[in-house]
């Protein structure tokens, strides 16, 4: 078998800039298609160059085909800072029962206790944030939210320290029956580096592929970069458990056309690229 993930050339395919009159950029995304089928591409944007606690908007965007081309809408959500927003980060969609979820990280002034929150969606264009307020908090800088079904539950990965206030990059998970109260966290992965802040275990990506689970993460080793972790089990990665590494900040993977793609995109990247992706094949 050969046991590597790999992607082909990236190719851009959507720049916020040529709407917006000035350079922009997109940061962490999400894809999703449509009940008619329709891609929608959310985002993280601001103006260049980076300034992450200055991110408060995200991008809509929308096209026929994933490939493009693709058509700049309203953002989707700006920062409230009446409900606890003090940035906008890493939004995440999905789609369960005709209602489109966001989940996304919204920072707070307490940055060992910051919020994942949740708007929701009829139609992808008018969003509403959950009443109750945050679905939950965490440390350090809890953030880039992504959420899927396995087995009977629903289950959101997202990148934290080991405790609140730092320590080992990791990412961890939480699980629930209704995309609205969310169990304990427990950790799917340690890393050996540890700090507060950014660390190299963003944008998780979590998918199941001819029964193997792999998780992507980032970015590392450098700003451009995502590796790929192969395991039987989905809720344990180990830094021994590498496959693979892309060439792309905060990658997404998407299926189209009966193949997978991934994306990348983030600060001083010219907009959101994507690529085609190869899982391991048996041989």
Known sequence: MDGRVRAGRFTPIYDPSAARGETWYINDHTLIRDARGRWHLFGITHREPADPFGEIEF??????????????????????????????????????????????????????????NLATSPDLFEWTRHPDGPLFRDGYDARDPM??????????????????????????YRTSTDLLHWGERRIAYTDPTSGTEAGNTESPHVLRHAGNWYLFIGPRPDYVGTEVFRSDDPFHFRPRDLVGRIAAHAAEVVADGGRFWVTGAGWGQGGVHLAPLWFPVAG
């Open 59 to 116: 991008a809509h965007a929308t096209a026929e085909e994933l490939h493009g081309p693709w058509r700049t809408h309203p953002s989707a959500l700006t920062a409230d800072p009446g409900y606890g927003d003090t940035h906008l980060w890493a939004p995440y969609v999905m789609s369960c029962a005709g209602t489109y979820f966001m989940f996304y990280a919204g920072g707070g002034v307490d940055r060992t206790s910051a919020a994942i």
């Open 147 to 172: 959420v899927l079904r396995i087995g009977d539950s629903w289950v959101m990965y997202y990148c934290a320290t080991s405790t609140a206030r730092g320590g080992n990059h990791v990412v961890a």
